[in-house]
Each structure stands twice: as C-alpha cells, then as structure tokens.
C-alpha cells in the first residue's frame, strides 16, 4: 500500500511569491528579446555595406612604419574580406602599395587594422578599402 505524502512534503507546498515573481520577470525579459529581434529583422534594409576608412595614428617601428586605420560600415549589411589598400606617393608617381584583407566589418560597426610601409608615409599616404564580399 502507498504510505499519503507527509505534511511538511515540499511537492504539497504552493510556490513561494518569489517564484512568481522571477518566473513573470523571465516571461517578461523572453517576450522584449523576441520582440526586439523581430524589430530588427523586419526593419533592416538590404542595402550594401558603405565602408569609410580613417587613419588612426601613424608610427616608425623597427621593421618600417605602422599606420593603424578604423574602417567603418554604415551599411545595412555585413562585408566580409574587406581588402584595404594604402600607398605612399610622391606628386603622380606611387613609391609603395601594401593592403590587407579584414576578415569582417559588421553592419553600423568599425574595426581596425594597420598597414606597415618601409618608406615613411607622413602626408604622403592614401588608405581605401578597395574590395569586399558577402558572407
């Protein structure tokens, strides 16, 4: 025969208020996440990336000299291999071309990278992203 649960049994007790107050804030938090997201991917435009590039600083290092650049995507979508290409020039004639690829820039966001040139390029150097793809 089955012995009836004992009165001090926690399965017999009702949930404690704080219970219901944890478990109403989470259903709460779940529901603005979900409508957040959905916001997002209702109103994202499908326009491509508009990547900018800004020099950040410029610096001589023991192997030749290091400028660090942002570049910038205030597109609506993410570029992907991001190649970006700096070169130093004196008047029409180019002296030196380097570039980069970035793995990523995600949409209405920066990241940096640096391009390192032998030659000095203090006002003589031009940076561009010159190419991307889409993931």
Request: aromatic share 6%; no cysteine.
């Amino acid at each position: 025969m089955e012995k009836p649960p004992k009165a001090g049994n926690i399965e017999n007790r009702k949930a404690h208020w704080i219970e219901w107050a944890t478990g109403a804030v989470s259903a709460l938090l779940v529901m603005i996440l979900v409508g957040w997201i959905g916001y997002h991917a209702v109103t994202q435009g499908n326009g491509p990336p508009d990547l900018s590039v800004t020099i950040v600083s410029s610096a001589g290092r023991a192997q030749g000299y290091l400028v660090m650049f942002d570049v910038e995507n205030t597109g609506d979508r993410t570029a992907a291999t991001v190649v970006v290409r700096g070169e130093i020039s004196a008047k029409d004639d180019v002296i030196e071309t380097v570039e980069t690829t970035l793995d990523y820039v995600p949409a209405r966001s920066k990241a940096r990278g640096g391009l390192i040139f032998r030659n000095d390029p203090e006002g003589r150097s031009r940076i561009a992203a010159t190419g991307f793809s889409e993931p």
